[in-house]
Structure formats: C-alpha cells, structure tokens
C-alpha cells in the first residue's frame, strides 16, 4: 500500500529536498505541495492525502492553524498532520499536539525518522523526534495539576500500561516489563485509546500527565 502524503512549506527548496526524501521509499509519494497554509488545508480537502507534512511557520496561516483546521477538535474526517520543521521550541510542540497533530519531526532529524514519522501517522500512530520528547514530557510534568487519586475510566492493567507509554516505552518493552504478550499490550492500549476518546500514543502522554497517572 502506498502512502500518499501532502507537503506544506513556503519554501520551494524545502519541499523539493522532503519530495525527495520521501519518494526514495517505496511506499510513500507525494500527491500534493502547498506554498502556505490556506493552500494547504484547500488542497488538503480535496485531494485527502493519507498524510500532511506541515511547516510550523508559514505565511498567513502557520503550521499550528493548519493542524487545527485538518486535525482538530470536533472536525469531521480528520486527517494525520507531522509538523515538520527546523524550530522546536516547546510552545510549539505543545500546542501541536493539542490541536491535533500526529507527530512533530525536526528538519535535521534524517529521512529515516521522517519516512517513520509518515507511516505511523498513517496508521493512527503517532512519532515524536526523540530529541523532543523528554523536554514535552518536563513541559507537561510542569503544567499538570498532578493530582492524586482521580478518578478516571481505565483498569489497574490499562493505567499501568499507560504510564509505561507516558514514560517513553514501545509495545515491546511495555510487554516485557509487565509479562505480557505484544497482542495484550495491543489491544490495552486500543481499550485505552476508547475509553479516553482520544486518537493515538501522544495524546495518552498529554492525558497521563495532566491527570497525575504519569510518573507515579
């Protein structure tokens, strides 16, 4: 199966080295280019690519609108949105993912990552650039209420599960660690992902550590 994927970003040079990139793996090809926000979301609609890559900082409409406006809350038939970019400043990640983004990969982090960063998010997943991720997950221990004895609507097994997944760890190492198959740790994170109403492994960060389950 191929993955068809739009590409956002007012630079031209830009897109042409992404296209590149992208187009040498076998299952990925670029169905679509945008030179700014509105165009993207236009194109978006339209064409309904299995992915958009987004720049953050755009002309008009930046990369955070975008997201919202493909991804967001309460829109109907999202699409997976990787903000793609050279700034990770935190604000920025942060309020990605809030509106909906499925993954936020840096310029410089390799096409390997890149290519990844596409495939998870074609698949309801969700990639983070490592580099990112521990100064996100001290931004939302900052920002949680960090409260206590909360109730939520997730089991014994599924809390412990999602706080291995708020601490970094893949399918294989939350399997391991809990003496579990891969096929039990599936299907939690799947029971987890419906119980919560949310849509991939980010968004279980976000809700592990603004509702005190994360680190505890």
């Not at 169905?31 to 953050?56: F, S």
């Not at 390997?112 to 998010?121: G, N, T």
């Amino acid at each position: 199966m191929t993955i068809g994927v739009l590409l956002a970003d007012d630079q031209a040079m830009v897109r042409r080295g992404l296209r590149l990139i992208l187009e040498d793996q076998p299952d990925i090809r670029v169905v679509a280019e945008a030179r700014d926000g509105a165009e993207a979301v236009e194109l978006a609609r339209r064409v309904r690519p299995d992915v958009c890559l987004v720049d953050i900082l755009m002309p008009g409409m930046d990369g955070i609108a975008v997201t919202r406006a493909l991804a967001g809350a309460g829109v109907p038939d999202p699409l997976p949105v990787v903000v793609v970019t050279t700034f990770d400043l935190d604000e920025y990640v942060y309020d990605a993912l809030r509106c909906g983004a499925a993954g936020f990969v840096l310029k410089d982090a390799g096409p390997a990552l890149l290519a990844e960063a596409v495939r998870a998010a074609s698949t309801g997943d969700a990639l983070i650039s490592p580099s990112i991720t521990p100064r996100l997950l001290g931004r939302l221990a900052r920002r949680a209420p960090r409260a206590t004895g909360a109730v939520h609507p997730l089991s014994e097994r599924e809390t412990d599960v999602v706080r291995a997944v708020a601490a970094g760890r893949t399918n294989q190492e939350i399997a391991a660690a809990l003496h579990i198959s891969l096929s039990t740790v599936k299907g939690h994170i799947s029971a987890i992902l419906d119980k919560l109403g949310i849509r991939n492994r980010v968004e279980i960060i976000v809700w592990a550590w603004e509702n005190g389950v994360a680190g505890q």
